[in-house]
């Protein structure tokens, strides 16, 4: 498939990923970031479409792993660990 198709089937198929990364998201700035990276990978591995599949699909799985890498990266990142002393724990049978 030529590049300019391959880039015309990606400009066609926008409109049905917004609303995807919207429901996604629950926040439009951070869904129009998500079809942004949603198109660039799907730039980059263009050579991984197989001609003749659903575009759609292809471009909706894409679309969903980046979400669940990115939540997953911000679940680890916002873990707490709490490394306080319990020292109110040594002064509890003396009660």
């Keep these: 498939m030529a590049t300019v ?7 066609n198929n926008t409109e049905f990923l917004k609303p995807f990364a919207i429901t996604l998201t629950r ?6 970031d998500l079809l942004q990276e949603t198109m660039f990978r799907a730039l980059a591995n263009k050579e ?3 001609v003749g599949t659903n575009i759609k699909a292809w471009l909706y ?3 969903r792993n980046i979400f669940i890498n990115n939540y997953r990266r911000k679940s ?3 873990t707490i660990f709490d490394s306080t002393p319990n020292e109110y ?4 049978n003396q009660v």
């Design 5 to 11: 198709d391959f880039n015309q089937l990606l400009v």
């Design 27 to 32: 926040d439009n700035e951070v869904a129009k």
């Design 48 to 50: 991984k479409y197989n």
């Design 61 to 63: 799985t894409i679309m």
């Design 76 to 78: 680890k990142q916002n």
């Design 89 to 92: 724990l040594l002064n509890y």
